[in-house]
């Protein structure tokens, strides 16, 4: 693996592959010594435009678990008006030898223009790319989905008729396009739930059902269902009414958690607006995986960096 | 060109296809079309060889985009007269967007006297509607009407004159001096933060969409505000399926409606957005396949009365980024007639002789310029392109002549090339190669301008 830029690129068997080492990742944090050697000399950067101290720090925690040295670069501001371009930026790091960037951009696409641009030779995760994609976020949920239905039996298996609804803000989420093609990829079948006015225009060319109604997609028992976050900045601009509008329609209360199937697995990316989308009874409850996806998360980032900067990276 | 060529003296083309077929001798004398016939001569001309070649009325483009004053990094009134040049252009219309905006009759006719200075073209200014182009107040456009610059097209490119009683107020303003309003066609409200065309890839690359709808239902408002006050409407760049709907329903009720399509929207998708080469980001976006085959039949049946490059030329860190970040626009002059030959010609839904109404003829017509679009006729200006159709080539950027090189075509196959430009009478591109600014400043100086 040259760059994990996508999941939309990402094949059955490659994901597959990569939840694996995840698992003996895993492995490596209940070890006394939490430490591999693997990347000991290499370089990675944290480059962020974008605020995300749980990314970054999760990011972080993967590179030093791997014996990389860690270089944090913030750099809010990106336009070439109000500052560094993303190209001189690009060209210092590379300058100062980083082996892997991890890079968060507001951008859509900017983690990929750095990969495509011969500026620098490292290989590029993306962190997160404006309402692209978050790859490492879908793994890091594929990976606990796949665990918690199959525990220790989770190596080699894949999702297959895993039914997964996603309620929220699908149209600024990367997370839930993330999602949507490594899901469905590893076979589970994905739903979308949202306000009409929170969804995209055209999702014609997606693999997901979509609906409005929270209510009539829990009572079709879902296996998972994935709380989005809906950002402040969303609620003035005539999205929806007001936040109480939207709890109670769309939010995952304790009478729709209840209503769960008792296998059901509940999941948010974080951080989580309690009493708006998710109530603290789901959030807190045993079906909720909101820790298991951040411990997940580490183990998720260390087989991504594992895979694009051990050893020769393979040209894709 | 022989080098001891002498100022002034008239040229003899030879054998070119005139754009209906026929084969003809051109004779170019005191920057007139002097003689056209077969087997003619004229003592002390120059001669081109044109046999093979085409012959077409200069080109004129309504909507070119000079940067000058204010954005000499990204073009000069020079250096876009060039491109012009080399693209067979012998008008330009420039854009108002300038800084100091082109707004006062002073502006217009510092433009005007440096493209007449660069002599490459008839450089044609276009006063803004607005005063800054901020869409508040209305420019002086009688002043600038009335100015050396002669100002006839108003346009606040790069904005929409959104308001609706601002933009009726125009419309009627301008009937006193014969103007017409080009409207850049875009609800600003619809497309805040818009990059890219709305649907289906904008909802899987994650880039803000630019709805059709936000160009359609301006071109509605605009159509029948024209209807109401009974005045002239020009719609700029126009890109979608549903515009070219709307606008054949308004010539179809006799409102005074005129189009444009620019080359981009006439050939390229918005499918090159993926891969977030900032190259094809510009404004209006790159739409569908069904819009660009909308497009071309709104061209082959009138719909559509011309083509204009929309010609945006910007430094290279402008595009040298992350896709929020880039600058909207293209190149446009160098690449045009070889893309509507592609996109029109080959594909058989115009002729050459369509080509000189769409690319000479009718804008002329439109802009009220003086001395351009009059065809090729004895006793006519001599403004005329020599065009290679059997040519194909790769383009690179050893084809713009400008200063930017953001356009979409490098490293595409494109046909045909042109050979030569005849401005005013005299020669601003030979042999495929434009000529030196000290020898079109050589040129009879009553010819050039």
Same mark, same amino acid.
């Given at each position: 693996?040259?760059?994990?830029?996508?999941?939309?690129?990402?094949?059955?068997?490659?994901?597959?592959?990569?939840?694996?080492?995840?698992?003996?990742?895993?492995?490596?944090?209940?070890?006394?010594?939490?430490?591999?050697?693997?990347?000991?000399?290499?370089?990675?950067?944290?480059?962020?435009?974008?605020?995300?101290?749980? *990314?970054?720090? /999760?990011?972080?925690?993967?590179?030093?678990?791997?014996?990389?040295?860690?270089?944090?670069?913030?750099?809010?501001?990106? /336009?070439?008006?109000?500052?560094?371009?993303?190209? +001189?930026?690009?060209?210092?790091?590379?300058?100062?030898?980083?082996?892997?960037?991890?890079?968060?951009?507001?951008?859509?696409?900017?983690?990929?223009?750095?990969?495509? /641009?011969?500026?620098?030779?490292?290989?590029?995760?993306?962190?997160?790319?404006?309402?692209?994609?978050?790859?490492?976020?879908?793994?890091? +949920?594929?990976? *606990?989905?796949?665990?918690?239905?199959?525990?220790?039996?989770?190596?080699?298996?894949?999702?297959?008729?895993?039914?997964?609804?996603?309620?929220?803000?699908?149209?600024?989420?990367?997370?839930?396009?993330?999602?949507?093609?490594?899901? *469905?990829?590893?076979?589970?079948?994905?739903?979308?739930?949202?306000?009409?006015?929170?969804?995209?225009?055209?999702?014609?060319?997606?693999?997901?059902?979509?609906?409005?109604?929270?209510?009539?997609?829990?009572?079709?028992?879902?296996?998972?269902?994935?709380?989005?976050?809906?950002?402040?900045?969303?609620?003035?601009?005539?999205?929806?009414?007001?936040?109480?509008?939207?709890?109670?329609?769309?939010?995952?209360? +304790?009478?729709?958690?209840?209503?769960?199937?008792?296998?059901?697995?509940?999941?948010?990316?974080?951080?989580?607006?309690?009493?708006?989308?998710?109530?603290?009874?789901?959030? +807190? /409850?045993?079906?909720?995986?909101?820790?298991?996806?951040?411990?997940?998360?580490?183990?998720?980032?260390?087989?991504?960096?594992?895979?694009?900067?051990?050893?020769?990276?393979?040209?894709? | 060109?022989?080098?001891?060529?002498?100022?002034?003296? &008239?040229?003899?083309?030879?054998?070119?296809?005139?754009?209906?077929?026929?084969? #003809? =001798?051109?004779?170019?004398?005191?920057?007139?079309? !002097?003689?056209?016939?077969?087997?003619?001569?004229?003592?002390?001309?120059?001669?081109?060889?044109?046999?093979?070649?085409?012959?077409? &009325?200069?080109?004129?483009?309504?909507?070119?985009?000079?940067?000058? &004053?204010?954005?000499?990094?990204? %073009?000069?009134?020079?250096?876009?007269?060039?491109? #012009?040049?080399?693209?067979? @252009?012998?008008?330009? @219309?420039?854009?108002?967007?300038?800084?100091?905006?082109?707004?006062?009759?002073?502006?217009?006719?510092?433009?005007?006297? $440096?493209?007449?200075?660069?002599?490459?073209?008839?450089?044609?200014?276009?006063?803004?509607?607005?005063?800054?182009?901020?869409?508040?107040?209305?420019?002086?456009?009688? !002043?600038?009407?009335?100015?050396?610059?002669?100002?006839?097209? @108003?346009?606040?490119?790069?904005?929409?004159?959104?308001?609706?009683?601002?933009?009726?107020?125009?419309?009627?303003?301008?009937?006193?001096?014969?103007?017409?309003?080009?409207?850049?066609?875009? %609800?600003?409200?619809?497309?805040?933060?818009?990059?890219?065309?709305?649907? #289906?890839?904008?909802?899987?690359?994650?880039?803000?969409?630019?709805?059709?709808?936000? %160009?359609?239902?301006?071109?509605?408002?605009?159509?029948? $505000?024209?209807?109401?006050?009974?005045?002239?409407?020009?719609?700029?760049?126009?890109?979608?399926?549903?515009?070219?709907?709307?606008?054949?329903?308004?010539?179809?009720?006799?409102?005074?409606?005129? !189009?444009?399509?620019?080359?981009?929207?006439?050939?390229?998708?918005?499918? $090159?957005?993926?891969?977030?080469?900032?190259?094809?980001?510009?404004?209006?976006?790159?739409?569908?396949? %069904?819009?660009?085959?909308?497009?071309?039949?709104?061209?082959? =049946?009138?719909?559509?009365?011309?083509?204009?490059?929309?010609?945006?030329?910007? &430094?290279?860190?402008?595009?040298?980024?992350?896709? =929020?970040?880039?600058?909207?626009?293209?190149?446009?002059?160098?690449?045009?007639?070889?893309?509507?030959?592609?996109?029109?010609?080959?594909?058989?839904?115009?002729?050459?002789?369509?080509?000189?109404?769409?690319?000479?003829?009718?804008?002329?017509?439109?802009?009220?310029?003086?001395?351009?679009?009059?065809?090729?006729?004895?006793?006519?200006?001599?403004? $005329?392109?020599?065009? =290679?159709?059997?040519?194909?080539?790769?383009?690179?950027?050893?084809?713009?002549?400008?200063?930017?090189?953001?356009?979409?075509?490098?490293?595409?196959?494109?046909?045909?090339?042109?050979?030569?430009?005849?401005?005013?009478?005299?020669?601003?591109?030979?042999?495929? #190669?434009?000529?030196?600014?000290?020898?079109?400043?050589?040129?009879?100086?009553?010819?050039?301008?």
């Amino acid at each position: 693996m040259k760059h994990l830029l996508s999941t939309k690129g990402l094949g059955r068997a490659e994901a597959i592959g990569l939840l694996d080492i995840a698992e003996d990742m895993a492995d490596v944090a209940n070890r006394e010594v939490k430490k591999l050697p693997t990347l000991r000399g290499k370089t990675v950067v944290n480059l962020f435009f974008e605020d995300s101290t749980r *990314t970054r720090i /999760s990011f972080e925690a993967a590179a030093k678990r791997l014996s990389a040295d860690v270089i944090n670069f913030s750099a809010k501001g990106s /336009s070439v008006s109000k500052g560094e371009s993303l190209k +001189d930026t690009a060209q210092t790091l590379a300058a100062m030898g980083a082996d892997g960037v991890v890079i968060r951009h507001p951008a859509s696409g900017a983690p990929e223009v750095l990969a495509a /641009s011969g500026w620098i030779d490292a290989g590029i995760i993306n962190a997160g790319d404006g309402t692209h994609e978050h790859p490492t976020q879908a793994l890091l +949920d594929a990976f *606990t989905i796949r665990r918690r239905l199959h525990g220790t039996a989770s190596r080699g298996t894949g999702l297959d008729g895993v039914r997964v609804t996603i309620v929220g803000d699908v149209l600024h989420s990367r997370v839930a396009r993330s999602n949507l093609w490594l899901l *469905t990829t590893l076979g589970a079948e994905v739903t979308f739930v949202a306000p009409p006015t929170l969804l995209p225009m055209d999702m014609s060319g997606w693999p997901a059902a979509v609906g409005f109604d929270l209510d009539a997609a829990i009572a079709a028992k879902p296996d998972v269902i994935m709380m989005l976050r809906i950002q402040a900045e969303r609620m003035n601009a005539a999205f929806f009414p007001n936040s109480r509008e939207y709890s109670r329609r769309w939010g995952l209360d +304790d009478v729709r958690f209840a209503r769960l199937a008792p296998a059901s697995i509940v999941m948010h990316p974080g951080p989580m607006n309690r009493g708006l989308e998710i109530s603290s009874e789901a959030a +807190d /409850s045993a079906a909720s995986t909101v820790l298991e996806q951040v411990a997940n998360g580490v183990s998720v980032r260390m087989a991504a960096l594992y895979l694009l900067m051990s050893g020769d990276r393979e040209d894709s | 060109m022989p080098s001891d060529r002498i100022p002034g003296t &008239p040229w003899l083309i030879r054998g070119a296809a005139l754009p209906d077929g026929t084969r #003809a =001798d051109l004779v170019l004398a005191e920057g007139r079309i !002097a003689e056209i016939g077969s087997g003619l001569s004229r003592a002390g001309a120059t001669t081109v060889d044109a046999d093979g070649l085409i012959v077409l &009325p200069g080109l004129v483009d309504l909507h070119t985009h000079l940067r000058e &004053p204010g954005y000499e990094q990204s %073009e000069t009134i020079l250096t876009g007269s060039q491109a #012009a040049a080399v693209g067979g @252009f012998t008008s330009v @219309f420039a854009m108002a967007n300038t800084s100091p905006v082109q707004d006062t009759a002073g502006v217009v006719e510092q433009v005007l006297a $440096l493209g007449e200075q660069a002599g490459y073209v008839t450089v044609q200014p276009i006063g803004a509607v607005t005063v800054g182009l901020a869409g508040d107040r209305l420019a002086e456009l009688g !002043a600038m009407a009335t100015s050396r610059a002669r100002v006839r097209v @108003f346009s606040d490119d790069g904005f929409c004159v959104s308001d609706p009683l601002l933009m009726r107020r125009a419309l009627e303003y301008v009937k006193a001096f014969d103007g017409v309003i080009a409207q850049h066609a875009q %609800e600003p409200r619809l497309t805040e933060k818009a990059q890219m065309n709305e649907g #289906a890839l904008s909802s899987e690359l994650g880039l803000t969409g630019w709805p059709a709808v936000a %160009e359609e239902s301006i071109i509605a408002r605009d159509v029948l $505000l024209a209807e109401h006050v009974g005045s002239r409407l020009h719609v700029c760049h126009v890109s979608t399926a549903g515009s070219v709907d709307v606008i054949r329903w308004a010539k179809a009720r006799g409102i005074n409606v005129t !189009a444009e399509a620019t080359p981009h929207h006439l050939l390229l998708t918005e499918d $090159l957005v993926r891969g977030y080469d900032a190259r094809f980001k510009v404004n209006p976006p790159l739409r569908r396949r %069904e819009d660009v085959e909308a497009l071309r039949e709104g061209l082959a =049946d009138g719909t559509i009365d011309i083509v204009a490059t929309d010609h945006a030329p910007h &430094p290279v860190e402008s595009k040298d980024c992350e896709w =929020d970040a880039a600058a909207n626009g293209m190149v446009g002059l160098e690449s045009a007639l070889s893309v509507v030959h592609a996109a029109m010609v080959e594909s058989g839904m115009l002729g050459w002789s369509d080509i000189a109404r769409v690319l000479s003829a009718a804008p002329a017509r439109i802009g009220r310029v003086t001395g351009q679009g009059q065809g090729i006729v004895v006793g006519g200006p001599a403004e $005329l392109t020599l065009y =290679d159709p059997a040519a194909s080539r790769v383009f690179g950027r050893a084809d713009l002549a400008g200063k930017g090189a953001n356009s979409p075509y490098l490293s595409m196959t494109l046909p045909g090339r042109v050979l030569a430009t005849f401005h005013r009478g005299y020669a601003t591109v030979l042999d495929g #190669a434009l000529r030196p600014a000290g020898e079109i400043r050589s040129e009879p100086e009553d010819n050039r301008g």
